[in-house]
C-alpha cells in the first residue's frame, strides 16, 4: 500500500529494524546535568517541532529551540514518528548543549511493532530517550500497585502506566533508547515536580502549542 508516495511496507521493515536495535538497560551518566523534552504541534499543514532544555536539579531552562517544517508523511496509525521524527530530531539538535536524558511526547516500546517515536529519536541521537504519551496507544493494563501498572503486548511487558501526584489519569511511559524501564518510570516521576508530564516535556508542550497559534494567526 502506497499513500502520497509514503511506503507503508518500508516503513514497517524499518520499525523491525529499529525495534532490533534499541537497547533496554541504563547508559545514563553518573550525574543528571541537562535534561529536554521534544514535543510537536500542527498548524496548516506545517509540523512544528519543538525543544527545550533544563538544568536537571534546579528545572531552570537553559535553551529553547524550534523547527517549523511542511507535513510531509500523511497521518497512519502507528506511523506517527515518520511524521514527526525529523521535526523532533532538528530541534533537538539545535539545542545549545546535548543533553543527558531525553524526553519524548509519544510512546517507546509501547507500540505495536515496539518501535514508537521516542525509539526512533532516541537512536537517531544516541541519547537515553523516555517515551511519555497521554493516551494508551496498545496493550493491557495490569493490576495497580502504588500508583502504577504494568503494560503488556503480548505478554511482553512494554510500559507502565503512571499516576502523577493527584492526577485522575495516568501517562504511559515506556524505554525510547538507553535505559531500563524501571528507571524512565523514577525519572519520569522525578521530574514531574508540578504537573501530571515531566518538566522538560511539559514546558516543551507549552512552546509547541504557543508556537503553533502564532504560526496559524501569520498565514491566517
Known amino acids: 500500500?502506497?499513500?502520497?508516495?509514503?511506503?507503508?511496507?518500508?516503513?514497517?521493515?524499518?520499525?523491525?529494524?529499529?525495534?532490533?536495535?534499541?537497547?533496554?538497560?541504563?547508559?545514563?551518566?553518573?550525574?543528571?546535568r541537562i535534561v529536554a523534552g521534544v514535543d510537536a504541534a500542527y498548524r496548516k499543514g506545517m509540523v512544528i517541532g519543538v525543544a527545550v532544555s533544563v538544568d536537571a536539579d534546579t528545572l531552570r531552562i537553559i535553551d529553547s529551540t524550534r523547527v517549523i517544517l511542511k507535513a510531509v508523511f500523511p497521518y497512519i496509525p502507528t506511523l506517527l514518528a515518520f511524521r514527526e521524527a525529523g521535526p523532533a530530531i532538528l530541534a533537538v539538535k539545535k539545542l545549545s548543549s546535548r543533553p543527558d536524558l531525553l524526553f519524548v511526547d509519544g510512546n517507546g516500546r509501547l507500540h505495536p511493532f515496539l518501535a514508537g517515536l521516542a525509539c526512533q529519536v532516541g537512536l537517531a541521537l544516541n541519547v537515553p530517550t523516555i517515551g511519555v504519551a497521554k493516551r494508551l496507544l496498545c496493550g493491557a493494563v495490569g493490576r495497580w500497585r502504588g500508583g502504577t501498572a504494568p503494560i503488556f503486548l503480548e505478554n511482553r511487558l512494554v510500559g507502565m502506566a503512571v499516576k502523577i501526584g493527584g492526577y485522575k489519569n495516568p501517562i504511559y511511559v515506556s524505554v525510547g533508547h538507553k535505559i531500563s524501564l524501571n528507571?524512565?518510570?523514577?525519572?519520569?516521576?522525578?521530574?514531574?515536580?508540578?504537573?501530571?508530564?515531566?518538566?522538560?516535556?511539559?514546558?516543551?508542550?507549552?512552546?509547541?502549542?504557543?508556537?503553533?497559534?502564532?504560526?496559524?494567526?501569520?498565514?491566517?
Open 183 to 220: 528507571t524512565a518510570v523514577r525519572l519520569a516521576k522525578r521530574f514531574a515536580v508540578q504537573y501530571r508530564l515531566p518538566e522538560p516535556l511539559r514546558l516543551a508542550h507549552v512552546e509547541a502549542t504557543r508556537t503553533a497559534r502564532t504560526l496559524n494567526a501569520t498565514l491566517g
Open 1 to 32: 500500500m502506497n499513500m502520497r508516495g509514503f511506503d507503508i511496507k518500508r516503513a514497517r521493515l524499518a520499525q523491525r529494524k529499529i525495534a532490533e536495535r534499541v537497547v533496554e538497560k541504563d547508559e545514563l551518566p553518573e550525574q543528571l
